[in-house]
């Protein structure tokens, strides 16, 4: 079974701190995904990794910013958190192909900013 | 740009009966089209995804979806609902025609609550 854990449930984190959130794969993905999840609008794709050191934007990558040093570990970065940032941040990992394979998940990390 | 919409927040249906959690895309050529369900406090599950070919797609927990593609829909329907079944789903598209990186687009999911 394809697995990705993130490194924390529950998070919380002051204003103004620089937070890190760590995803791991264990099935050789290429790609690797951070969502943001938020109560009426759904999955929004922060960036995302095609390849280790590889990064494109997501549709809100304003306030974050992602390291892929290793195939199999992905980190979102928050440089100084702010109380909008306060969501859950879902993890995800495929192989690439022609698009129609499915992305696998994490358990999801809920982060407070106080 | 490819998109999805989910217009219902909430599906209620007794246990037993056959149940419906609508979707609608737009792109500008071919999809494909997924769906995930959310169990409480867990991340996001595969159910079943439309590729090409037969219209009704099987997928788990007997789940099924139709595609309709002068109806830009792909409904995830059940025969018969049961109440392990409560959790959150949502749909997903891909537009064929779009670049690398397997990037999805999320509707903003409907909460199906199933009651005895």
């Known amino acids: 079974d394809v697995k990705v854990t993130q490194s924390s449930r529950y998070l919380v984190k002051r204003t103004g701190e620089k937070v890190f959130l760590e995803c791991v794969q264990d099935?050789?993905?290429?790609?690797m995904f951070w969502y943001r999840q938020d109560p009426g609008l759904g999955l929004r794709l922060i960036y995302f990794?095609?390849?280790?050191?590889?990064?494109e934007k997501g549709d809100i990558p304003e306030g974050y910013s992602v390291s892929r040093e290793k195939k199999e570990r992905f980190s979102l970065i928050l440089e100084s958190a702010s109380t909008n940032q306060t969501s859950m941040y879902l993890c995800?990992?495929?192989?690439?192909?022609?698009?129609?394979?499915?992305?696998?998940f994490g358990p999801g990390t809920r982060l407070t900013v106080t | 740009a490819q998109s999805v919409a989910q217009p219902e927040d909430q599906v209620n249906v007794a246990e037993g009966n056959p149940l419906t959690v609508k979707c609608t895309y737009s792109?500008?050529?071919?999809?494909?089209l997924f769906w995930y369900v959310q169990y409480p406090n867990r991340g996001l599950q595969f159910l079943l995804k439309?590729?090409?070919?037969?219209?009704l797609v099987k997928g788990s927990y007997g789940f099924e979806a139709e595609f309709n593609k002068s109806q830009t829909s792909f409904h995830l329907k059940k025969p018969s609902a049961l109440v392990s079944d409560s959790a959150l789903y949502f749909c997903?598209?891909?537009?064929?025609?779009?670049?690398?990186?397997?990037?999805?687009?999320f509707g903003t999911g409907t909460q199906l609550k199933v009651e005895l």
């Open positions: 439309y590729i090409t070919g037969d219209n």
């Open positions: 099935m050789d993905h290429e790609n």
């Open positions: 990794s095609y390849d280790v050191k590889m990064k």
């Open positions: 995800a990992s495929s192989t690439p192909g022609l698009g129609f394979l499915e992305q696998y």
């Open positions: 997903a598209v891909r537009d064929r025609s779009s670049g690398g990186g397997n990037k999805l687009t």
């Open positions: 792109v500008s050529g071919n999809p494909y």
